[in-house]
């Protein structure tokens, strides 16, 4: 009995601890710097997706799941209601359609950053995939290795300022998640690989390519026909806002043509690290923009620069050349297994 009655004891003054710094939390955070909210919203968010991510690979009880979850929304809730109020007197617009289907990729070695890149969404049927390079997901030539990713979704359509970030794990029990593609020159260096709908982030707002987006609507496509590239070279963006950036390109080989027996056709543009897995798109013509992607064909996605090994590099410049492999591949890696 006296150690039953200790037990109880003892919980009530853990309970009461806990009423205690769910008082002194709001308290230090209404203390702090407007400036620094933002940061730390985005920071607990990343800290809980990694440790949502170990736990769920790891042997718990479904009643400690349950305690987390609660208790970080709990703490989101506080971090909401403790915001600072934003003055301004014209609220953000909507975003053309196209910037809300490409999101920045961070891969991760367990807690270790790695790399950025850029990926964007492809819908198939009910299936929402994440596309970008498969040297994203694995690289053996450069020993790139992450376990995991993170991307960034926006979840209030009224006001791009606010997201969250989304973790996803690259493997379970051993075995990739992603999906890959050969041909006979070998690896297509696009992947794709799923999302569950009912596990992003709470009020997620994107949008995705499908199979309308690679149809070129009976225009004809060809050499010299302006591009756009949409990603996050060298991890830039608008970072209030996190949204991607478009770098014009060109057509720069026979299109349609596997370039040297390639999956991948060339654009000239300037390109830099961290745009690896961007969309390349063409604007249809006659088409007027309705708030959707439809004015858009999805053309190829963005890899890697193309250079010659006998440039001289004092007295050459680059090429400014780059590889961009065929869209159409989308289908086959998102087709229902």
Avoid at 26 to 31: D, K, S, T
Avoid at 50 to 59: D, G, K, S, V
């Amino acid at each position: 009995m006296k150690n039953l009655q200790e037990a109880t004891e003892r919980i009530c003054e853990l309970k009461g601890g806990l009423i205690a710094l769910d008082a002194l939390l709001p308290a230090l955070l209404e203390a702090l710097p407007s400036s620094t909210h933002d940061a730390l919203v985005h920071s607990f968010q990343a800290h809980a997706e990694a440790a949502r991510t170990i736990m769920l690979n790891t042997a718990l009880s479904d009643h400690v799941l349950t305690a987390f979850e609660r208790d970080v929304a709990r703490t989101l809730a506080v971090l909401a209601g403790t915001a600072p109020t934003q003055k301004t007197s014209n609220p953000c617009p909507a975003a053309e359609a196209v910037l809300l289907a490409t999101t920045q990729i961070r891969t991760h070695a367990q807690s270790r950053l790695l790399t950025s890149a850029t990926g964007f969404f492809f819908r198939r049927d009910d299936q929402l995939f994440l596309a970008t390079n498969r040297h994203v997901f694995a690289d053996e030539p450069s020993k790139h290795f992450p376990d995991r990713i993170e991307i960034e979704l926006h979840t209030n359509p009224n006001d791009l300022t606010q997201s969250a970030i989304f973790s996803i794990p690259l493997y379970n029990n051993g075995l990739a998640l992603w999906r890959q593609a050969a041909d006979t020159a070998g690896l297509v260096d696009i992947a794709v690989i799923e999302l569950q709908a009912d596990r992003l982030p709470e009020g997620s707002v994107l949008q995705a390519f499908d199979a309308s987006h690679l149809d070129s609507k009976n225009e004809d496509v060809g050499i010299g026909d302006n591009l756009v590239v949409l990603g996050f070279p060298l991890g830039f963006h608008d970072t209030v806002h996190h949204l991607a950036v478009a770098r014009s390109a060109s057509i720069a080989s026979a299109y349609g043509v596997r370039f040297q027996q390639q999956g991948y056709f060339l654009t000239d543009a300037r390109t830099h690290r961290g745009s690896s897995g961007s969309p390349v798109l063409r604007r249809r013509s006659g088409v007027q923009g309705d708030g959707s992607l439809l004015p858009w064909q999805l053309l190829g996605v963005h890899s890697a620069r193309m250079d010659m090994n006998t440039r001289d590099l004092v007295e050459d410049e680059s090429l400014g050349l780059n590889c961009a492999w065929y869209a159409d591949v989308l289908m086959a890696l998102t087709r229902p297994e």
